[in-house]
């Protein structure tokens, strides 16, 4: 073999080296999506809320790629979701809308999809109710408003996919404008949009939209019949969790339906019914999983199925368990936040701790009254935190005045924290206090202001109105308001009163038996008082004037001794000349008398 032989050997043994290199690389290389084209025309995608939607991204290499969609929303919040290609959406919901970004990647490389899904308010659909094995008609013949005619051209969607005629499933009549879906399953609820393509564009014009759903009955025992979360709130809330090891989590499931409800779980897409560090623990048809004492191994996707025979619900929910941090405590912004209470009440400063990596050290300190804290006073307490001691600037409160605390955060679980009671609030209880946290790694400090207030400044939280003249206190228009209305009642009894004491004191002055009555010597007291009182100006002569004319008595008497006089019977008190008494009774009293001067009167 000489050496140009030699060269093309060596030239064929290079050709095939190049092919097979690159035959490894394609088998081997980093990952490549599929249909990469479709993906870039339907990177936007529009749906309404209950729809169903899936964003694909399939790719190839080998080793088989690994995928994870990582989600995030205008609130600049991200979630990562661990799964496979497609990423499947059964009833899409306006919390769901945001970028989604696709990652397949294998140990030659990762490649990057970004997907925009914007969900629309719920559409305008007609219900259709039905039962599960049952068959549903649609008719979107009155929505043509054109009308029909051999141009026209009708499609049906469910979810943006275009139905195709099945014998089995989708039976079309009437020129595709009645839909005919037979033995209807979990699967084949959702909205139904009946579409006029004839303008040659997918999916075309939307007519009329029909919303599958089972019926609403209920049943003998009161409950409806398909499966439905009974918090789904919060549920959303948990949905995804970080936590630290050696805590607890719990995981809602718990629907409400025609019983019974079968409740399953499974991790990682897989069974899960069994932990190995917790021999009590049961998931196995258990409505609220319990997962005490976290590991690092229990971070996973979580899938919770309640189903009944009318249907069934799927939750997902994402634990990821992290090593407690080295870390200083992180306390919670805001709190505690300034406050004002009245003297003589009782108040509670909250200080919480969010993260800590060990078990924290809590103390309150108040500074000297008009003296606020700043930045570089409270570093240079922390910088002394494990040797502090009282100065002129602020006092260590003594731990008797702390109080445990805990609430629960929007994730459900509990955030603990240590607060200062301060009872009977006085004056110099005002000021600004720092809760003070520290644990081996470092510290954080928190302040607030503490403003005490008399109680008539929180009288009222009103704004002050101006004075018009009149009482501003509650309590003086009451008690004056009280007055007047005393005042109208006693003012009319008491003229009543008076006017009957008056009454009364006249008809003892003028009473003509009391008058004449005896002193304890036997006299007569006025032996001229006439026993009964005559006419103003009448007279018993027509000549002296009687003296009875001097004689003057109150107007109301005039009522009580009104006898019509008799000139014939009746004696003018003049004309006699009385002398000693002979008896008295109790009617009156007979005194001698002499008559002069009578006049003669015939008879």
Same mark, same amino acid.
């Given at each position: 073999?000489?050496?140009?032989?030699?060269?093309?050997?060596?030239?064929?043994?290079?050709?095939?080296? %190049?092919?097979?290199?690159?035959?490894?690389?394609?088998?081997?290389?980093?990952?490549?999506?599929?249909?990469?084209?479709?993906?870039?025309?339907?990177?936007?995608?529009?749906?309404?809320?209950?729809?169903?939607?899936?964003?694909?991204?399939?790719?190839?290499?080998?080793?088989n790629p690994t995928y994870t969609w990582l989600y995030t929303n205008d609130e600049k919040s991200a979630l990562e979701i661990q799964g496979?290609?497609?990423?499947?959406?059964?009833? $899409?919901?306006?919390?769901?809308?945001?970028?989604?970004?696709?990652?397949?990647?294998?140990? &030659?490389?990762?490649?990057?999809?970004?997907?925009?899904?914007?969900?629309?308010?719920?559409?305008?659909?007609?219900?259709?109710?039905?039962?599960?094995?049952?068959?549903?008609? $649609?008719?979107?013949?009155?929505?043509?408003?054109?009308?029909?005619?051999?141009?026209?051209?009708?499609?049906?969607?469910?979810?943006?996919?275009?139905?195709?005629?099945?014998?089995?499933?989708?039976?079309?009549?009437?020129?595709?404008?009645?839909?005919? %879906?037979? #033995?209807?399953?979990?699967?084949?609820?959702?909205?139904?949009?009946?579409?006029?393509?004839?303008?040659?564009?997918?999916?075309?014009?939307?007519?009329?939209?029909?919303?599958?759903?089972?019926?609403?009955?209920?049943?003998?025992?009161?409950?409806?019949?398909?499966?439905?979360?009974?918090?789904?709130?919060?549920?959303?809330?948990?949905?995804?969790?970080?936590?630290?090891?050696?805590?607890?989590?719990?995981?809602?499931?718990?629907?409400?339906?025609?019983?019974?409800?079968?409740?399953?779980?499974?991790?990682?897409?897989?069974?899960?019914?069994?932990?190995?560090?917790?021999?009590?623990?049961?998931?196995?048809?258990?409505?609220?999983?319990?997962?005490?004492?976290?590991?690092?191994?229990?971070?996973?996707?979580?899938?919770?199925?309640?189903?009944?025979?009318?249907?069934?619900?799927?939750?997902?929910?994402?634990?990821?368990?992290?090593?407690?941090?080295?870390?200083?405590?992180?306390?919670?912004?805001?709190?505690?936040?300034?406050?004002?209470?009245?003297?003589?009440?009782?108040?509670?400063?909250?200080?919480?701790?969010?993260?800590?990596?060990?078990?924290?050290?809590?103390?309150?300190?108040?500074?000297?009254?008009?003296?606020?804290?700043?930045?570089?006073? %409270?570093?240079?307490?922390?910088?002394?935190?494990?040797?502090?001691?009282?100065?002129?600037?602020?006092?260590?409160?003594?731990?008797?005045?702390?109080?445990?605390?805990?609430?629960?955060?929007?994730?459900?679980?509990?955030?603990?924290?240590?607060?200062?009671?301060?009872?009977?609030?006085?004056?110099?209880?005002?000021?600004? &206090?720092?809760?003070?946290?520290?644990?081996?790694?470092?510290?954080?400090?928190?302040?607030?202001?503490?403003?005490?207030?008399?109680?008539?400044?929180?009288? #009222?939280?009103? !704004?002050?109105?101006?004075?018009?003249? $009149?009482?501003?206190?509650?309590?003086?228009?009451?008690?004056?308001?009280?007055?007047?209305?005393?005042?109208?009642?006693?003012?009319?009894?008491?003229?009543?009163?008076?006017?009957?004491?008056?009454?009364?004191?006249?008809?003892?002055?003028?009473?003509?038996?009391?008058?004449?009555?005896?002193?304890?010597?036997?006299?007569?007291?006025?032996?001229?008082?006439?026993?009964?009182?005559?006419?103003?100006?009448?007279?018993?002569?027509?000549?002296?004037? !009687?003296?009875?004319?001097?004689?003057?008595?109150?107007?109301?008497?005039?009522?009580?001794?009104?006898?019509?006089?008799?000139?014939?019977?009746?004696?003018?008190?003049?004309?006699?000349?009385?002398?000693?008494?002979?008896?008295?009774?109790?009617?009156?009293?007979?005194?001698?008398?002499?008559?002069?001067?009578?006049?003669?009167?015939?008879?």
């Amino acid at each position: 073999m000489d050496f140009t032989e030699l060269r093309m050997h060596f030239a064929r043994f290079g050709f095939f080296a %190049i092919l097979l290199t690159h035959y490894v690389y394609a088998e081997s290389g980093a990952p490549r999506f599929e249909n990469l084209d479709i993906m870039r025309a339907t990177s936007h995608r529009y749906g309404y809320e209950g729809d169903e939607e899936t964003l694909e991204c399939k790719a190839h290499g080998s080793p088989n790629p690994t995928y994870t969609w990582l989600y995030t929303n205008d609130e600049k919040s991200a979630l990562e979701i661990q799964g496979k290609a497609n990423l499947h959406f059964q009833k $899409l919901e306006k919390s769901q809308e945001g970028s989604y970004d696709c990652v397949a990647e294998n140990r &030659y490389g990762e490649i990057k999809f970004t997907y925009k899904l914007f969900v629309k308010e719920a559409r305008s659909a007609q219900q259709q109710q039905t039962k599960l094995g049952s068959t549903v008609k $649609l008719n979107c013949g009155q929505a043509l408003k054109a009308g029909f005619n051999n141009n026209t051209v009708i499609a049906w969607y469910k979810s943006k996919r275009k139905l195709k005629p099945s014998s089995s499933k989708f039976i079309f009549k009437k020129n595709n404008l009645v839909l005919k %879906i037979k #033995s209807i399953q979990e699967r084949d609820l959702g909205i139904y949009t009946c579409n006029n393509a004839s303008s040659g564009k997918d999916p075309g014009e939307e007519l009329i939209a029909f919303n599958v759903a089972y019926s609403d009955k209920k049943d003998p025992n009161g409950n409806v019949h398909k499966p439905q979360w009974t918090d789904l709130s919060t549920m959303l809330k948990q949905q995804y969790q970080a936590v630290p090891t050696g805590a607890t989590a719990k995981l809602n499931c718990l629907a409400d339906g025609a019983k019974p409800i079968r409740y399953s779980w499974k991790k990682n897409g897989e069974n899960f019914s069994v932990r190995r560090i917790d021999s009590n623990f049961m998931a196995d048809n258990k409505p609220i999983l319990k997962m005490k004492d976290l590991v690092l191994s229990d971070t996973a996707n979580y899938t919770c199925k309640a189903e009944n025979k009318y249907g069934s619900l799927t939750f997902y929910y994402k634990i990821q368990v992290q090593e407690r941090p080295r870390h200083r405590p992180i306390l919670e912004s805001g709190v505690p936040a300034n406050d004002s209470v009245i003297i003589g009440s009782n108040v509670t400063i909250p200080c919480y701790e969010i993260i800590t990596g060990t078990l924290s050290d809590y103390r309150w300190l108040k500074w000297r009254v008009g003296l606020a804290p700043s930045q570089s006073m %409270i570093l240079d307490v922390i910088r002394k935190s494990h040797h502090i001691k009282k100065t002129d600037n602020f006092k260590l409160i003594n731990p008797m005045h702390h109080k445990i605390i805990q609430k629960k955060s929007q994730m459900g679980d509990a955030v603990h924290g240590v607060g200062l009671v301060l009872t009977n609030v006085t004056d110099e209880d005002e000021g600004y &206090y720092t809760c003070l946290v520290s644990n081996h790694i470092g510290s954080s400090a928190t302040s607030m202001h503490l403003d005490v207030q008399p109680p008539n400044l929180f009288a #009222s939280s009103s !704004p002050p109105v101006a004075d018009k003249g $009149l009482p501003t206190s509650t309590l003086v228009i009451i008690l004056l308001a009280v007055f007047i209305v005393l005042f109208c009642l006693m003012a009319p009894v008491t003229v009543i009163i008076v006017k009957k004491k008056q009454r009364k004191d006249a008809m003892s002055r003028y009473d003509p038996v009391s008058q004449s009555r005896l002193t304890s010597s036997g006299s007569a007291q006025n032996p001229n008082m006439p026993l009964l009182s005559s006419r103003l100006g009448s007279t018993r002569s027509d000549g002296d004037p !009687p003296m009875a004319s001097f004689f003057t008595y109150p107007n109301e008497f005039e009522e009580v001794f009104e006898i019509p006089y008799d000139e014939v019977w009746e004696v003018d008190p003049s004309c006699l000349q009385q002398h000693e008494t002979l008896g008295e009774g109790a009617f009156g009293v007979v005194v001698k008398a002499t008559a002069v001067g009578m006049k003669h009167t015939d008879g």
